[in-house]
């Protein structure tokens, strides 16, 4: 069975400063890969970042970037330079990759509301 | 191209009555997914098509609901004799199935059972 940990049910940031939105997870699969998704108050669930289990360097995506801690089994996203268009609601999420199953397991969430 | 579209956005039912809802995945996704997120909740997973095999079902809280995907493509999620707990947005997403298996996700319906 899978876990996603998400302990910042709400996150204030100043506009043009970082921000760390913080995931851990538990899995006893030894290859896995993590995800963060944003979903707008339009509802829409949309894909940000991804890093696998065995992947060594951290992932980055434009201003996203993923601080993954394997050993501390933390996946957690990093946005730079923020803008009031990232405020929105952050799922951590993660996907087995042993076996057939690859349906993601979510976290539950972290509001994120940019300030002017 | 386009998305993942599904129908219909909205859907307001009377308790008990049965409900059909409807995905189209984008073009050449081998892999389905349909979740449903309750409100400020995250997404939970109800059920998986990968291709022709066998869905993974283990996800369906009931024997009410059920899911069939039709010509490996659109999909409709069905759910019989609705409850208010049923209530929820249901969200499709499709996958190519190939790593690193990002799945897309559709604009979800909103299901109210009253």
């Known amino acids: 069975a899978q876990k996603i940990t998400q302990t910042q049910p709400g996150m204030f940031v100043q506009e043009k400063e970082a921000v760390t939105l913080d995931c851990t997870y538990d899995?006893?699969?030894?290859?896995?890969?993590l995800f963060w998704y944003k979903q707008p108050s339009s509802g829409e669930m949309i894909f940000l970042i991804y890093?696998?289990?065995?992947?060594?360097q951290n992932a980055t995506e434009g201003r996203y970037s993923l601080n993954f801690q394997k050993a501390r089994k933390s996946a957690n996203l990093v946005i730079s330079a923020s803008q009031l268009g990232d405020s929105a609601m952050y799922f951590c999420?993660?996907?087995?990759?042993?076996?057939?199953?690859?349906?993601?397991?979510f976290g539950s969430g972290t509001q994120l509301t940019v300030l002017p | 191209g386009a998305g993942v579209s599904q129908s219909p956005s909205n859907k307001v039912t009377e308790k008990g009555k049965d409900v059909e809802l409807r995905c189209d995945p984008i073009?050449?996704?081998?892999?389905l997914y349909w979740y449903r997120q309750s409100l400020g909740q995250g997404l939970e997973f109800l059920i998986y098509?990968?291709?022709?095999?066998?869905?993974?079902k283990s996800g369906l809280p009931s024997d009410r609901f059920s899911a069939e995907r039709t010509g490996g493509s659109v999909s409709t999620l069905t759910i019989q004799r609705t409850q208010q707990e049923d209530s929820a947005v249901y969200l499709c997403?499709?996958?190519?199935?190939?790593?690193?298996?990002?799945?897309?996700f559709g604009p979800g319906t909103r299901l109210t059972v009253t």
């Open positions: 997403a499709s996958s190519s199935g190939v790593l690193p298996y990002e799945q897309y």
């Open positions: 899995t006893s699969d030894q290859s896995y890969g």
């Open positions: 890093q696998g289990s065995y992947d060594e």
């Open positions: 999420a993660m996907i087995p990759l042993g076996g057939s199953a690859r349906q993601l397991t």
């Open positions: 073009s050449g996704h081998t892999a």
């Open positions: 098509f990968q291709g022709n095999s066998a869905p993974d």
